[in-house]
């Protein structure tokens, strides 16, 4: 009889033991969903961060390129009329030259 009962404490001690078991294990299950749910999370918005850089970066380099082709573009415009305004004068300077040669020649 006593022999009974020390086995069925036994049992239940053992089922309690089982039970703790899995419930511990139930517990870290859970635990580790968490933690990959966090990752998860943390990847996603790492990921997120890197499109709003890349976009940001995508626009500032053709902010720069439009900027630096208006640079150009203004000073060719501006060597172009530079360089009728030159030949402009050596034309003017040519005519004169040529329009005192003509008086120099009258005069004489």
Known sequence: DMEMEYEERIKQMEDKHQHELQDAENAYQQKIMQEVEHYQKLVQERNLQQERWEEQRATLISTHERYIQELTDD?????EEDR???EELE???????KEFEEMKTQLE
């Open 75 to 79: 000073f060719e415009q501006k060597l």
């Open 84 to 86: 009728k305004m030159h």
């Open 91 to 97: 034309d003017e300077k040519n005519e004169n030259a």
